[in-house]
């Protein structure tokens, strides 16, 4: 089991940066691949950043290559998401969650590899 809690969400103007931190305590040892997804009001969940823990390769979704930044710590039980650049287009519930397996498939962050789940943390964007 592994246990994942966000934190770092809140209210910001468009231009703005906030830094989303997640948590992960537990089995953390089996985390593959860890990832960030979002999913705004009336809109299905879409993955936005990943990170191989090994390799500490990384996957951007198109909508926020160049504005948005997926680490992790040295001992990689937390992960972060730097978010430069806010736009309102960006505001949703932001989601980590965590893959046994790798979790980037055809070029595509798709939530049915993730094992374990976050509650989220809300990000709202003001113009």
């Known amino acids: 089991q592994v246990q994942l809690v966000e934190s770092g969400g809140g209210s910001v103007q468009a231009g703005g940066s906030l830094r989303l931190s997640c948590a992960a305590s537990?089995?953390?040892?089996?985390?593959?691949?860890m990832g960030w997804f979002r999913q705004a009001p009336g809109k299905e969940r879409e993955g936005v950043a990943a990170?191989?823990?090994?390799?500490?390769?990384?996957y951007y979704a198109d909508s926020v290559k160049g504005r948005f930044t997926i680490s992790q710590d040295k001992a990689k039980t937390t992960l972060y998401l730097q978010m430069n650049s806010l736009k309102p287009e960006d505001t949703a519930m932001y989601y980590c969650a965590t893959s046994r397996y790798p979790c980037v498939y055809g070029g595509t962050l798709g939530e049915g590899a993730m094992d374990y789940w976050g509650k989220g943390t809300l990000v709202t964007i003001s113009s």
């Open positions: 990170i191989y823990t090994s390799a500490s390769s990384t």
């Open positions: 537990g089995y953390t040892g089996s985390s593959y691949c």
